[in-house]
């Protein structure tokens, strides 16, 4: 995972010193709902603010600390997880260090009663669900009270910066059709209905599991297109991640009829001895 920033206190408070103190290692979340709002943990008593996440309990994993901390702060599923980076903090001012993973997380919604900590309580803390925009603005604009929250407020401006510099990359969904129905479709506000009454929903595909799913169309004679689509634009058409077969793996389902104005680029569906040859344009993805 890439190292997004180093906070130290001559970064953060103008100070010197290095803490050589054993680092705390936390799991922290950018989590966006299927309505497309994210969550941010509004500690009222205090007039602070904080993306969801905690610490890694001995035993767990970063995945597995991550998927913990969402579920009793926020009371919802991850249901596709993507890497952001990690921050790595050292306070010399309080002899405290600090390596927090965060990571791009898609949610179906609330799936538990939330389970608060008592040091979550006595703070009133409790989420709320904002656009990106709203959040983004809630953390990078608030003015700092204290040290700790100077450190806070950095490592969280730190990782929304990161996501807002590249919106597009944990926003895209792809869906495949005929090149003979996008000419067709494509000069309409939106299209969709067929599937949707068929199925219920769009089907859709991350570009990290595009790979695994493209040999299903190799067998088509027909020429192909690949459609990136904006999940943050789509207006009025919630996405769910959900295993539908059972292999293990979420993939998005759009519940309703696309509006052509989501759709950034439309790829050709490249082929080759070996099947579907990766776009240059899905490059920068990994596969999954």
């Not at 700790?148 to 910066?161: G, I, N």
């Amino acid at each position: 995972m890439k190292l997004i920033a180093k906070l130290t206190d001559k970064t953060v408070l103008g100070l010197e010193g290095v803490s050589g103190a054993k680092p705390r290692y936390t799991s922290r979340a950018v989590l966006r709902n299927s309505e497309g709002k994210f969550a941010v943990m509004l500690m009222k008593k205090v007039d602070f603010q904080l993306l969801p996440g905690g610490g890694i309990d001995p035993g767990e994993d970063e995945i597995s600390a991550l998927k913990r901390e969402v579920l009793e702060e926020t009371g919802c599923s991850c249901d596709f997880i993507k890497e952001i980076g990690i921050v790595e903090e050292n306070r010399a001012h309080c002899d405290y260090t600090q390596i927090s993973y965060y990571y791009f997380v898609n949610t179906n919604g609330k799936i538990a009663e939330i389970n608060l900590t008592e040091g979550e309580k006595s703070t009133k803390t409790e989420v709320q669900w904002l656009g990106f925009d709203e959040l983004y603005r809630l953390i990078t604009e608030f003015v700092p009270k204290t040290e700790q929250q100077k450190f806070l407020k950095s490592r969280d401006s730190a990782v929304l910066e990161t996501v807002k510099n590249s919106f597009s990359d944990y926003s895209m969904i792809l869906h495949i059709m005929k090149k003979s129905a996008w000419e067709e479709r494509k000069n309409r506000e939106f299209w969709g209905r067929r599937n949707v009454d068929a199925e219920g929903f769009i089907h859709c595909s991350q570009p990290e599991y595009f790979w695994r799913i493209a040999p299903n169309f190799e067998g088509t004679d027909e020429e192909l297109v690949i459609l990136c689509i904006d999940e943050n634009k789509l207006l009025s058409a919630p996405v769910k991640y959900e295993d539908g077969d059972g292999c293990g793996r979420s993939y998005p389902h759009v519940y309703g009829m696309i509006n052509n104005s989501a759709v950034t680029a439309v790829l050709p569906f490249l082929r080759g001895e070996n099947g579907w040859i990766k776009n240059p344009e899905l490059e920068k993805f990994e596969d999954k």
